[in-house]
Nanobody
Framework: QVQVVESGGGSVQPGGSLRLSCAAS????????MGWYRQAPGKQRELVAH???????VYADSVKGRFTISRDNAKNTVYLQMNSLKPEDTAVYYC??????????????WGQGTQVTVSS
């Protein structure tokens, strides 16, 4: 079995910062990409950022220059440093990991989500 667990959400004022963490554990052969998505009330889930095992990253235009994704392959963990937060960043943030459970099988796994609220 594989588990993906997020932590680090919370409430912050506009302009503030938060750091999210996501750790994968269990029967893992290797991990391909890991990333963060978010879903605001009444909206579809959207990609925030993701990073490959080689370190290549992609960001949504709305977060470029403010958010930074990083990854610790030894710990099977991905981080999202969020700076200059805006009220429109308020959402539930989900971690997604593409994990090889054996040499030929890749599955996608989601975390349970962590709430980020940006409000004055």
């Amino acid at each position: 079995q594989v588990q993906v667990v997020e932590s680090g959400g919370g409430s912050v004022q506009p302009g503030g910062s938060l750091r999210l963490s996501c750790a994968a554990s269990g029967s893992i052969f290797s991990i391909n990409a890991m990333g963060w998505y978010r879903q605001a009330p009444g909206k579809q889930r959207e990609l925030v950022a993701h990073v490959t095992s080689g370190g290549s990253s992609v960001y949504a235009d709305s977060v470029k220059g403010r958010f930074t994704i990083s990854r610790d392959n030894a710990k099977n963990t991905v981080y999202l440093q969020m700076n200059s937060l805006k009220p429109e960043d308020t959402a539930v943030y989900y971690c997604n990991a593409l994990i090889k459970i054996n040499p030929t099988t890749v599955n996608g796994y989601w975390g349970q989500g962590t709430q980020v609220t940006v409000s004055s």
